[in-house]
């Protein structure tokens, strides 16, 4: 009886075994063809000296990766992708939790604050790093005009204020924003805090929901201000999702490219001031042609990133662990 | 009396906070709208108003016929039909090619399962700048280099919106399904006719952000394309800032009406958008 039974299990788990691959071929054939097979021959490439314009390709060993590593200009994608990273990824999810924290409370026109907020992430990076790009400039920019007025109101008030004394303390000279390489991190930052601002809000706004109201009215009763069941209540337990989003904003950070691209007309940046890792493995293999060694750099920033991701999963393990 | 004061003083201290709270908060939307502003108002000016050195907010008379002279200027017609064929035959692709794949992770026991759903899941954690290489030199060996299919096959099956819709059809009760399959209801049909209905919410989500993606996308479409007749939206934009160069009226009617479909779509279906992202927590 149970023989029969699973004997008739086994010729059912066929049946469905074909029926299930049926379903899945679509999903078989395009990732085994663009997923799959591609993350293993980059590996193998990545050991040769590869040109799409010869037919014969060398084994090189570990050439590529040794070369990589010494090459500065690499070192500079690596030191640019990190100074992009401490200085976005902070202050984006920083003014991400409190437009979310403000806008948690009980207001008006709470819709469409959260939709203005939230506008820039859906723009195309393209046409918006275009905007930037003419905002940026040197004389005509918006961003120079308006630190102009501002540096007249302030030195009026200061002169005001002073019977006179202090004229002119701030002596605005426009900078040339996309020429002068040493704004080139702070001006990448400026526009990923700008798009992802409004993201983060909205991640958090869904955390924020899930704290029980009950315990800012206990701890109101008990005469906490705002201030103090911000750092007590909101910020412990909004903690999970504060780390979810820096290792996906990190993990973002590291794949800047496109900004890059537009805000410089295909170039990285003066000086290779805005050289990303992306932006090496881009100009290796499509400017360059040297498949083998882009494939190696796209190695690297891969483990870079899977470092990242192995952080994340360990700590969202240990989440669903505690919370069960 | 005193009771009254200290009332009157809390009061005030409330509105005082509630306003300035206002005061932030539209200021704070107000600079995030700002570059919008700039790009709208730039847009329909007159070339000499672009030059001027101080802040302009409006033109004196709207040059509406900039966006003429910008859609001319390059073949951005060609671009959006691009645009939109490409856009929409991803969308619709990955919903009916992911649906299938969820489903059978989501309602079926088979050989393999486990093994074959972290394989697709591992994808999820190699960046797609790992693929681009060797992608680029299949499509060279298929002679795709320049076609729809280069910019439309590789992109019609994706984790993510697999993963999603199983979430999704798990959460809908296994009961119902072996009802129906003692019902003599294939399972096919149920995916179709019981499954698919239930899951709109999930459906739109992942088809929105499908189509979003995949309009907004630029380096594969960049390094995919040589003729000017395959460009998309992204790709046209890049090539006409070297055609105009600083003509910045016309390169901001360019920019707004490129991204014009995305931000209407967004307006229509901003529940749909904030809820999916609320939900998933996905990263574009």
Same mark, same amino acid.
């Given at each position: 009886m149970k023989g029969g039974c699973r004997m008739m299990r086994t010729k059912k788990y066929w049946k469905d075994t074909l029926e299930a691959y049926l379903y899945l071929l679509p999903a078989f054939?395009?990732?085994?063809?663009? +997923?799959?097979?591609?993350?293993?021959?980059?590996?193998?490439?990545?050991? %040769?000296?590869?040109?799409?314009?010869?037919e014969n390709q060398y084994f090189v060993g570990l050439e590529n990766y040794e070369k990589i590593v010494s090459d500065p200009v690499f070192r500079t994608a690596i030191v640019n992708t990190l100074r992009y990273v401490v200085g976005y990824v902070p202050i984006s999810i920083g003014l991400g939790l409190l437009v979310a924290v403000l806008l948690n409370s009980k207001i008006r026109f709470r819709g469409p604050l959260r939709v203005a907020?939230?506008?820039?992430?859906?723009?195309? +990076?393209?046409?918006?790093?275009?905007?930037?790009? @003419?905002?940026?400039?040197?004389? &005509?920019?918006?961003?120079?005009?308006?630190?102009?007025?501002? $540096? =007249?109101?302030?030195?009026?008030?200061?002169?005001?204020?002073?019977?006179?004394?202090?004229?002119?303390?701030?002596?605005?000279?426009?900078?040339? @924003?996309?020429?002068d390489p040493r704004w080139t991190i702070v001006n990448l930052v400026i526009i990923a805090v700008w798009q992802s601002l409004g993201y983060n809000m909205i991640i958090f706004l869904a955390g924020l929901q899930n704290i029980p109201q009950d315990i800012y009215e206990a701890a109101e009763v008990d005469g906490a201000s705002p201030w103090q069941s911000f750092w007590k209540i909101t910020f412990p337990l909004i903690s999970p999702t504060t780390f979810f989003i820096s290792i996906i904003s990190i993990i973002g950070a590291f794949k800047?490219?496109?900004?890059?691209? *537009?805000? &410089?007309?295909?170039?990285? =940046?003066?000086?290779?001031?805005?050289?990303?890792?992306?932006?090496?493995?881009?100009?290796?293999?499509?400017?360059?042609?040297?498949? =083998? &060694? $882009?494939?190696? $750099?796209?190695?690297?920033?891969?483990?870079?990133?899977?470092i990242f991701t192995l952080v994340q999963m360990r700590a969202s393990k240990r989440r669903i662990h505690y919370g069960s | 009396m005193l009771a009254e004061q200290q009332m009157w003083r809390?009061?005030?201290?409330?509105?005082?906070?509630?306003? /300035?709270?206002?005061?932030?908060?539209?200021?704070g939307a107000a600079l995030m709208m700002l570059p919008f502003v700039w790009m709208l108002t730039s847009s329909i000016k007159a070339p000499e108003e672009i030059t001027l050195r101080t802040i302009q907010w409006l033109p004196k008379a709207a040059q509406w016929q900039n966006y003429k002279i910008a859609w001319e200027a390059a073949p951005f017609n060609v671009y959006f039909k691009n645009s939109f064929l490409i856009a929409i035959t991803v969308m619709g692709l990955d919903v009916v090619f992911s649906s299938l794949a969820a489903y059978a992770f989501? !309602? #079926?026991? %088979?050989?393999?399962?486990?093994?074959?759903?972290?394989?697709?899941?591992?994808?999820?954690?190699?960046?797609?700048? *790992?693929?681009? /290489?060797?992608?680029?030199?299949?499509?060279v060996n298929l002679g795709w280099v320049d076609t729809y299919a280069a910019l439309i096959v590789p992109w019609t099956v994706s984790v993510f919106s697999i993963f999603l819709l199983r979430q999704f059809f798990l959460s809908i009760p296994h009961e119902l399904f072996e009802a129906a399959v003692l019902d003599g209801c294939s399972?096919? !049909?149920?995916?179709?006719?019981?499954?698919?209905?239930?899951?709109?919410?999930?459906?739109?989500?992942?088809?929105?952000?499908?189509?979003?993606?995949? @309009?907004? +996308?630029?380096? @594969?479409?960049?390094?995919?394309?040589?003729?000017?007749?395959?460009?998309? /939206?992204?790709?046209?934009?890049?090539?006409?800032?070297?055609?105009?160069?600083?003509?910045?009226?016309?390169?901001? $009617?360019?920019?707004?009406?490129?991204?014009?479909? /995305?931000?209407?779509?967004?307006?229509?279906?901003?529940?749909?958008?904030?809820?999916?992202?609320?939900?998933? =927590? #996905?990263?574009?």
């Open positions: 054939l395009v990732l085994g063809m663009f +997923s799959f097979y591609p993350v293993v021959k980059s590996v193998y490439m990545s050991f %040769f000296d590869w040109s799409l314009l010869r907020y939230f506008l820039p992430w859906v723009t195309s +990076s393209v046409a918006i790093s275009m905007v930037w790009r @003419w905002i940026y400039n040197q004389h &005509y920019g918006l961003l120079n005009m308006m630190l102009t007025g501002l $540096a =007249g109101v302030v030195n009026a008030v200061v002169a005001f204020v002073t019977f006179g004394n202090l004229t002119n303390v701030w002596q605005f000279s426009s900078p040339n @924003w996309l020429m800047l490219f496109t900004e890059v691209y *537009v805000l &410089y007309t295909g170039r990285p =940046g003066p000086v290779n001031s805005g050289m990303t890792i992306v932006y090496y493995v881009y100009r290796n293999a499509f400017e360059r042609y040297r498949m =083998g &060694y $882009a494939s190696a $750099a796209a190695y690297i920033l891969f483990a870079i990133i899977f | 809390y009061r005030l201290h409330k509105v005082f906070t509630k306003g /300035i709270l206002y005061v932030g908060l539209l200021a989501a !309602k #079926l026991n %088979f050989f393999g399962k486990n093994f074959l759903f972290l394989l697709f899941l591992g994808t999820m954690m190699i960046p797609g700048e *790992v693929m681009l /290489i060797p992608n680029y030199i299949t499509m399972r096919f !049909k149920y995916l179709i006719q019981i499954m698919v209905p239930l899951s709109k919410p999930a459906l739109v989500t992942v088809a929105l952000f499908k189509f979003i993606g995949s @309009w907004n +996308s630029f380096l @594969w479409v960049l390094i995919m394309t040589n003729t000017p007749t395959m460009r998309t /939206i992204p790709v046209g934009l890049t090539y006409f800032v070297s055609d105009v160069g600083s003509y910045y009226n016309y390169l901001m $009617a360019a920019s707004t009406f490129a991204m014009a479909p /995305i931000l209407l779509l967004f307006l229509l279906l901003q529940k749909q958008f904030i809820q999916g992202i609320a939900r998933t =927590g #996905l990263k574009g």
